[in-house]
């Protein structure tokens, strides 16, 4: 049976369980995570901290066979938790959350076979094939969905099927086509070197997806490579330069008739855990670098590594979209890039659209859930 003491002079509960596993819970932490003071429906909390004094006790723990019963020292309160309650949430665990995946990383020798695929009309009408579909596709960073239907707006149903659609100052969909005046570089049909999309936003989009609607002209094939993985080697090869990437904020710029947008941001974005987050990577949009000058020299070198690495076949994948295929990838982790075309050769038209990775994670946890 679970035991629950009272440690008075570390104010905390320890717990043990039947399996062997015991833990200590902050008397703080047990009032503000009462279950009372959470809405029955909403499950957020109602509870106000400073309405308790910081130096709260509990006076008494009882255990039940299905309860933890405390009472408090100082306020006429009782709280109840499930021993489970406490087991999964305790202190330092990290909390359980479906949609927290290791990435896998892979490098030059991913075949195009090897990307994950599913099939659009699968995804459409399966819950269980989308699911598996997205944690895959997380792992990975990269995914592809064939059968896609030749409409334009076939891309965005799947995509709004995930998440809310990230709109940009390109609108809420794009067209990947060699356009009259074109504003950036993609409406082209020059190559475009493996990048990040719009590093110059505050927030870069997350997910990315492009459907191929025709591929037809010579050249345009298709290039990525895994930016995770790029920077795991480098801050084992060349910790210098992976430090002067991860703590360098440069400039970089979208410009136009009509916007202005810019944001600086280090090239290897960590999380708070040291882990790697996102990146940041766009030779077109880079900005005019603006470090002190005696810095400049450093940075460009470890710069040029990186980039250098970008160029690799260890590194990049080459492959080609065809109509009717969709690619997905994490932009803030996957660079994608494309060979020049020629527009006289044949149409190519990609049609594109985004969905944040807090949307994209939502989603995994809502068909996460038990039936
Ligand atoms: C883009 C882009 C790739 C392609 O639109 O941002 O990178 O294959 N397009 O045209
Ligand atoms: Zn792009």
């Given at each position: 049976m679970t035991t629950a003491t009272l440690r008075g002079n570390d104010r905390v509960l320890h717990v043990a369980w039947p399996d062997g596993t015991s833990a200590d819970f902050p008397f703080l932490w047990l009032r503000d995570n009462c279950p009372s003071g959470f809405h029955p429906q909403t499950q957020e909390r109602l509870f106000d901290l400073t309405a308790i004094p910081a130096d709260l006790s509990v006076a008494e723990a009882t255990v039940t066979d299905t309860e933890i019963v405390l009472t408090w020292d100082a306020i006429d309160h009782e709280s109840r938790y499930t021993p489970d309650w406490l087991y999964n949430h305790r202190p330092g665990l990290g909390l359980a959350d479906p949609a927290k995946i290791a990435?896998?990383?892979?490098?030059?020798?991913?075949?195009?076979?090897?990307?994950?695929?599913?099939?659009?009309?699968?995804l459409m009408a399966r819950d269980d094939a989308l699911l598996a579909f997205l944690l895959t596709a997380k792992k990975t960073g990269l995914a592809i969905v064939d059968g896609m239907e030749d409409d334009k707006d076939a891309g965005m149903t799947i995509a709004r099927?995930?998440?809310f659609l990230r709109e940009t100052n390109f609108g809420t969909t794009f067209e990947v086509m060699s356009k009259p005046n074109p504003n950036n570089l993609a409406y082209t049909s020059h190559a475009l070197p493996l990048h990040t999309d719009l590093a110059n936003q505050e927030l870069p989009p997350g997910f990315q997806f492009l459907h191929c609607l025709a591929n037809e002209a010579e050249g345009g094939g298709s290039t990525f490579c895994d930016g995770f993985a790029i920077a795991t080697d480098l801050r084992e090869r060349d910790p210098e330069a992976f430090d002067l990437l991860a703590n360098t904020p440069v400039p970089f710029r979208f410009q136009d008739a009509d916007y202005d947008i810019r944001r600086h941001h280090t090239v290897i974005d960590l999380d708070a855990f040291g882990e790697l987050h996102e990146l940041h990577f766009n030779a077109h949009l880079a900005g005019i670098f603006d470090l002190p000058a005696d810095r400049m020299e450093a940075y460009y070198r470890a710069y040029r590594t990186i980039m250098q690495m970008t160029r690799s076949d260890d590194y990049v994948i080459t492959t080609r979209l065809e109509g009717g295929e969709m690619v997905i990838f994490d932009n803030r982790r996957v660079l994608h890039g494309r060979a020049a075309f020629d527009p006289n050769t044949g149409f190519r038209h990609l049609r594109g659209c985004y969905v944040d990775r807090g949307e994209f994670d939502s989603r995994i946890r809502v068909l996460s859930r038990p039936k």
């Open positions: 990435p896998t990383l892979w490098r030059g020798d991913l075949h195009k076979g090897d990307i994950p695929r599913a099939n659009a009309a699968d099927r995930i998440g």
